[in-house]
């Protein structure tokens, strides 16, 4: 992990993941890029009309600036003596489409994650405009940190992998980089029962293949943990039992590429978890 980027709308959300990225960034010896997106359209909330003085588009990018510097400063008051200014760049983008600005940002300082907060949504808003961290997560070709409001600082002792068993070993290569850096253990849990049947399930032996993965991945407290639901398919009941009784501090989903058909009849279970986690989780395709 090189490059980190946090998008913020200057939220207290967006400032939990922003001092999630600085933790990670010094354990991993990571540069941060700390970017809020402003539209043209958008006005500075202390501008007032005087006169016939109209706030310009560099005015509203001055001002983005100010705040985003007095966000940067509040955020690495907390880590004196071990991370300061240097550690995070700060830009502000201008530009309209907030998901699609982060990609191109994302893209252009080459960052290989990204973090960010997520107030959720619900109902209409969910159907009709949807959580900006849930589209990144959908879309982003890199792993996404997603940081809910109940999240408290901390450090992550404990992830779960929430995993269909058909990939284990591919998807260990993304995951095992990630656990070494946050010093945290691991644990795949499998959610039963699903219809039709999980073929990868019934061949998965893990008393043989755990310690196997173990020694593979260098992963010396890697386990393994069967999540029983009441119905076929009960992805969500599943992560909430799971979440209540191991009482991880983040969870780690992969995604696998699906047609349009699979889109329409099995949503994206991490775009889901983005609405409703109360965890971080990690997205990774």
Avoid: C
């Avoid at 090189?2 to 400032?15: E, G, Q, R, Y």
């Avoid at 006169?51 to 001002?63: A, E, F, M, S």
């Avoid at 020694?215 to 799971?242: C, H, M, P, Q, W």
């Amino acid at each position: 992990m090189k490059k980190i980027l946090v998008p913020t709308d200057f939220s207290a959300n967006s400032m939990k993941a922003l001092k999630f990225a600085i933790q990670t960034a010094i354990k991993s010896k990571a540069q941060v890029v700390l970017m809020h997106q402003t539209s043209i359209l958008e006005l500075a909330p202390d501008s007032a009309f005087t006169g016939l003085y109209v706030p310009t588009t560099g005015d509203q990018i001055d001002y983005a600036k100010n705040a985003l510097s007095k966000f940067r400063k509040k955020a690495l008051s907390g880590f004196k003596g071990k991370a300061d200014e240097s550690l995070i760049e700060a830009e502000v983008v201008p530009g309209v489409g907030t998901v699609d600005i982060i990609l191109e940002t994302r893209k252009r300082v080459k960052a290989d994650v990204i973090v960010m907060g997520t107030t959720g949504a619900s109902g209409l808003k969910r159907l009709f405009i949807g959580s900006v961290a849930a589209q990144v997560v959908e879309k982003s070709p890199v792993p996404v940190i997603v940081i809910p409001e109940s999240h408290r600082m901390g450090a992550i002792k404990k992830i779960g992998y929430a995993s269909d068993l058909a990939h284990v070993s591919k998807d260990l290569e993304q995951i095992a980089p990630i656990v070494e850096i946050l010093g945290a253990e691991l644990e795949i849990f499998h959610i039963e029962p699903t219809f039709p049947t999980n073929e990868a399930f019934l061949k998965f032996k893990p008393e043989t293949e755990i310690p196997a993965l173990a020694k593979k991945f260098n992963l010396t407290n890697l386990k393994y943990r069967l999540v029983k639901t009441k119905f076929d398919n009960d992805f969500y009941s599943g992560i909430e039992s799971y979440r209540r009784n191991q009482k991880p501090d983040m969870l780690v989903v992969i995604t696998h590429k699906r047609g349009w058909l699979g889109k329409i009849f099995d949503p994206s279970k991490s775009k889901g978890l983005a609405y409703h986690t109360k965890l971080p989780v990690i997205s990774i395709k």
